[in-house]
């Protein structure tokens, strides 16, 4: 398995508290990305990242902000969370030809 | 704007079936077509990736067809065992940074 691990795995906060998600990855590659998941809709993108300081939006990126300061390290920030943002959010990593490897998970609940 | 689906939403079957998962897009203009694998509680694992330009791809029981022009792609699995039970994603590579869009994927159930 890819190297790619997430942090915290599960997560309760309560609305309008900031919370920070983390994906590390131990494989060098250049592009890492964050998507949520949601009954019904599959995977959603977030933001993506293309290099070190390097960012772009994705397809549901309001309410979220991302910083990329190392190769290795992926942050995806909620500042205020809000209850809509309760879901499974996983961080994926590609190098070349669209094959991505996907972390664990993590479980945010916002109560 | 491209759009992914994936019908039927839940499948059961018996152990030993052939069966067929379909993905269709509303684009046809995307750089390549994946299958993923979900377990419950877990990432994703990818199977199959097919390139704009081939027709299929196969990697043991699993062999995955792609037609741009209709739209739509397959997913073949053979003498389907227990441990097939999962949720089966497709994606469609859009763009040059690797983007993926994702259907919402289809629960199998092999029933022993």
């Known amino acids: 398995d890819a190297g790619i691990t997430q942090s915290p795995r599960h997560k309760v906060t309560e609305t309008g508290t900031p919370v920070t998600l983390r994906c590390h990855q131990t494989e060098n590659h250049r592009y890492m990305y964050w998507y949520r998941q949601d009954p019904g809709h599959g995977l959603r993108l977030i933001h993506y990242s293309y290099g070190v300081k390097d960012t772009d939006k994705g397809e549901v990126s309001d309410g979220y902000s991302v910083s990329r300061s190392k190769t290795e390290d992926f942050l995806l920030t909620l500042e205020s969370a809000t209850s809509s943002q309760t879901s499974v959010y996983f961080c994926?990593?590609?190098?070349?030809?669209?094959?991505?490897?996907f972390g664990p998970g993590t479980r945010l609940t916002v109560t | 704007k491209q759009e992914v689906t994936q019908i039927p939403a839940a499948l059961s079957v018996p152990e030993g079936e052939n069966l067929v998962l379909n993905c269709s897009f509303t684009?046809?203009?995307?750089?390549?077509l994946q299958w993923f694998r979900q377990d419950p509680g877990k990432g994703l694992t990818s199977l199959l990736l097919i390139q704009s330009s081939q027709r299929e791809q196969t990697s043991g029981r699993l062999n995955a067809s792609l037609d741009k022009s209709s739209g739509r792609s397959t997913l073949y699995i053979a003498a389907s065992q227990p441990g097939d039970s999962a949720t089966y994603l497709c994606?469609?590579?859009?763009?040059?940074?690797?983007?993926?869009?994702w259907g919402a994927g289809t629960k199998l159930i092999i029933k022993p």
């Open positions: 994926a990593i590609s190098e070349t030809a669209y094959e991505q490897y």
């Open positions: 684009d046809s203009a995307i750089y390549n």
């Open positions: 994606a469609v590579g859009v763009d040059s940074n690797y983007q993926l869009i």
